[in-house]
């Protein structure tokens, strides 16, 4: 009452019953402006901690809030990477800003490594399932992300952005190429439930009448004969 307290002050300080030092960190954020990530940042520091940290990070011209923000965002990917989280010297970086960056990349390395390992493992249950040549065409398989990547940047469209989706089981990528060019990029199809969605070529342009030809004898012939898992 003494502090004059909005609703949503009232709230965030009920939110905070069980905690030791609740009146000094409650005043804290009011008078720094703080609305959110302290319940999550007590997960890891006590509140003193939290409060005398954040404040040495926070630099001259930075609001406290974006120094918490970032330091919860530290510490829950300090705690997904299997960091010892009880260690100060993981609690504490001297530099909030450098660790966070370093986490942040770390995290992705290991988001990319499982990309990677699933991407193959999504090809690996249909390899040879879905071989194919008719009419001066071949169906071929990526081996990896960067290969969708290469087709992406030899004919101008975006399938490297569907690298994730295959990872995820959600499609496949197939290649569609000339049988005297197997290496070079011509067509590309994405493939869900057992049915072509969408082929498309230099440009993202749509099929030839051959090319379409092809592909229609492929998911007959082929791809439906497959009984391909419903993420295919």
């Given at each position: 009452?003494?502090?004059?307290?909005?609703?949503?002050?009232?709230?965030?300080?009920?939110?905070?019953?069980?905690?030791?030092?609740?009146?000094?960190?409650?005043?804290?954020?009011?008078?720094?402006g703080?609305?959110?990530?302290?319940?999550?940042?007590l997960?890891?520091?006590?509140?003193?901690?939290?409060?005398?940290?954040?404040?040495?990070?926070?630099?001259?011209?930075?609001?406290?809030?974006?120094?918490?923000?970032?330091?919860?965002?530290?510490?829950?990917?300090c705690?997904?990477?299997?960091?010892?989280?009880?260690?100060?010297?993981?609690?504490?970086?001297?530099?909030?800003?450098?660790?966070?960056?370093?986490?942040?990349k770390?995290?992705?390395?290991?988001?990319?490594?499982?990309?990677?390992?699933?991407?193959?493992l999504?090809?690996?249950?249909?390899?040879?399932?879905?071989?194919?040549?008719?009419?001066?065409?071949?169906?071929?398989l990526?081996?990896?992300?960067?290969?969708?990547?290469?087709?992406?940047?030899a004919?101008?469209?975006?399938?490297?952005?569907?690298?994730?989706?295959?990872?995820?089981?959600?499609?496949?990528?197939?290649?569609?190429?000339?049988?005297?060019?197997?290496?070079?990029?011509?067509?590309?199809?994405?493939?869900?439930?057992?049915?072509?969605?969408?082929?498309?070529?230099l440009?993202?342009?749509?099929?030839?009448p051959?090319?379409?030809?092809?592909?229609?004898?492929?998911?007959?012939?082929?791809?439906?004969?497959?009984?391909?898992?419903?993420?295919?």
């Amino acid at each position: 009452r003494s502090q004059d307290v909005s609703r949503d002050e009232l709230k965030r300080f009920q939110e905070l019953a069980t905690v030791k030092d609740r009146q000094p960190l409650f005043r804290w954020m009011k008078e720094r402006g703080i609305t959110r990530d302290v319940p999550a940042v007590l997960e890891y520091v006590t509140a003193h901690r939290l409060m005398r940290y954040v404040d040495e990070q926070t630099s001259a011209g930075r609001k406290t809030q974006d120094t918490l923000s970032e330091y919860r965002d530290y510490l829950d990917m300090c705690a997904k990477l299997n960091y010892a989280t009880g260690s100060k010297s993981v609690l504490y970086p001297k530099e909030l800003h450098t660790a966070h960056d370093r986490a942040a990349k770390q995290v992705k390395i290991n988001a990319d490594k499982l990309m990677r390992r699933n991407f193959k493992l999504a090809y690996k249950r249909i390899s040879g399932a879905l071989d194919y040549t008719s009419g001066g065409m071949m169906i071929v398989l990526p081996s990896s992300p960067e290969e969708l990547t290469a087709e992406g940047n030899a004919l101008h469209h975006c399938v490297s952005s569907y690298a994730d989706r295959v990872a995820r089981q959600e499609c496949i990528i197939v290649f569609v190429r000339r049988a005297e060019e197997p290496g070079t990029p011509y067509y590309t199809a994405e493939v869900r439930n057992g049915r072509i969605v969408q082929l498309r070529g230099l440009g993202n342009c749509a099929p030839t009448p051959e090319v379409q030809t092809f592909a229609d004898a492929w998911q007959r012939d082929v791809l439906q004969a497959a009984a391909m898992p419903s993420a295919a």
